[in-house]
């Protein structure tokens, strides 16, 4: 009898538990969905079904994710955590996500992620990163994106982003970059012809708007002719492993070589974008030959003409001429003919 009240008890508060349903979210069974949004919640709530798929927490005051946040959710396959407070990710922050989708970061504050934050989400379809303060991209930051097809990243403070990154996602489709602080110098040249290639597949991108130099600002990066960017200069040497192969070294007198206070300047200088001639356009350079070539075909036609025409012109002279100088310049034929008509009869 005591052994049916505990197995009893003990199915009650699993299916308390497998039915319970936070408060301040909404549950919805049927679909397994929950949504906690606008509730001013400061952490991830407690005690969320282990079969939801959707989850929302947009428009609340969650600050940190620590690590494992979603243990309790390993189905889970929508996730919006959009216009909160957050900015710390803690680095296992997403693990055991095995299945999510979509995952939506926007509106938040973060400045930075860490590389292996999304390693965890192989299924990752869908992210958004758009409106926070991120400056910089870790190139492996996308090592496990092979099914993403969808990242945004406007609204935020980066200045580069690796081409390697790009080409760790080989299913992306929709890419949005706009309203960053794009420096478009050399270091960017590599993103922009990534991008070209991904324009002539098909993809779509809203495009990068540069923001600095000034030579080039409020330019779409991809109307830049590539054939303006200077190769980005080699790093300078290290000094103290360069001072071996300075001359006078082998006698214990070190020969440095003199110092450049305005070196990194110049560098820095040299690595932006330096301006030519546009290259002449195509179009006008075909019209152009095939103006030339007509030209010259008329020239060749009137001296064709010319030359025809002077031959016939001589031919014809000379058939003119041609009997009276015959008569005269046999001599023999008169000579004989005056003997025959003055032989007797």
Not at 175 to 181: R, V, Y
Not at 330 to 344: A, M, T
Request: hydrophobic fraction near 40%.
């Amino acid at each position: 009898m005591k052994g049916e009240l505990l197995l009893f008890s003990s199915v009650i508060v699993l299916l308390q538990v497998v039915c319970s349903c936070p408060d301040k979210c909404y549950c919805q069974s049927s679909t397994n969905f929950v949504d906690c949004s606008q509730q001013g919640l400061a952490e991830i709530p407690s005690h969320l079904p282990p079969q939801t798929r959707t989850l929302h927490l947009q428009d609340n005051q969650i600050h940190h994710l620590p690590a494992f946040a979603f243990r309790s959710v390993p189905w889970l396959m929508t996730l919006n955590l959009s216009n909160n407070s957050l900015s710390n990710l803690a680095p296992g922050a997403f693990h055991g996500l095995q299945h999510l989708q979509v995952l939506n970061l926007t509106q938040n504050s973060l400045l930075s992620l860490e590389s292996r934050l999304f390693h965890s989400l192989p299924q990752l379809r869908e992210l958004d990163l758009s409106s926070n303060n991120i400056s910089h991209l870790p190139t492996s930051l996308g090592e496990t994106w092979e099914n993403l097809t969808i990242l945004a990243v406007q609204q935020n403070q980066l200045q580069q982003l690796d081409r390697a990154l790009l080409e760790s996602m080989p299913s992306v489709r929709l890419l949005f970059l706009k309203d960053n602080l794009w420096k478009c110098n050399c270091h960017l040249l590599g993103l922009k012809l990534w991008l070209e290639k991904f324009v002539y597949k098909g993809g779509i991108t809203d495009g990068i708007i540069c923001e600095s130099p000034d030579t080039w600002k409020g330019k779409d990066l991809l109307r830049i002719p590539h054939e303006v960017y200077q190769p980005c200069p080699l790093p300078a040497p290290d000094p103290v492993s360069s001072q071996a192969q300075w001359p006078g070294s082998a006698h214990g007198v070190v020969l440095r070589p003199p110092e450049n206070h305005n070196a990194g300047e110049r560098d820095l200088l040299e690595c932006e974008l330096k301006p030519k001639p546009r290259p002449a356009n195509l179009r006008h350079a075909i019209a152009t030959i095939i103006i030339t070539g007509v030209v010259c075909g008329i020239v060749c036609l009137m001296m064709l003409a010319a030359a025809i025409y002077g031959c016939t012109y001589a031919a014809i002279t000379a058939q003119y001429h041609g009997g009276p100088l015959a008569q005269t310049n046999d001599p023999g034929k008169v000579e004989e003919k005056e003997r025959f008509d003055s032989s007797p009869a």
